[in-house]
């Protein structure tokens, strides 16, 4: 569940070490929609949601149907835009953004 948490590191010795409230669990990022839904390499595409960036800067990977896309242009907690890729796939495809943090959102295709 989102919220703090306490960070506790035991060491080999047995000594403890605690520090209150020094992690946050943050929601699970989600993928709603993509705008257009459907497009060829070079369409932009803006993928909206909440979350994207799991506590990042900035989106780091975009894949639409497992090909990366071919840029990033612009990226928030909300909405993520880039260019489409490549790809002889035809139909629904998986949807996957990674932050900078290594935090992954996914919308199955």
């Known amino acids: 569940a989102p919220g703090a948490g306490d960070v506790v590191l035991v060491s080999d010795t047995g000594s403890v070490v605690t520090g209150a409230s020094l992690f946050e669990y ?3 990022p989600v993928i709603d929609q993509l705008l257009p839904a459907q497009g060829q390499q070079g369409t932009r595409v ?10 990042g800067a900035s989106a780091t990977s975009v894949t ?24 002889s796939a035809l139909g629904v495809t998986d949807v996957v953004v990674t932050a900078d943090t ?4 996914t919308l199955a295709g």
């Open 26 to 28: 943050l929601s699970v």
């Open 46 to 55: 803006s993928i909206q949601g909440s979350g994207m960036l799991g506590g």
């Open 64 to 87: 639409l149907g497992g090909v990366e896309v071919q840029a990033i242009t612009a990226s928030n907690n909300s909405i993520v835009t880039v260019v489409a890729g490549a790809s």
């Open 102 to 105: 290594g935090a992954v959102a």
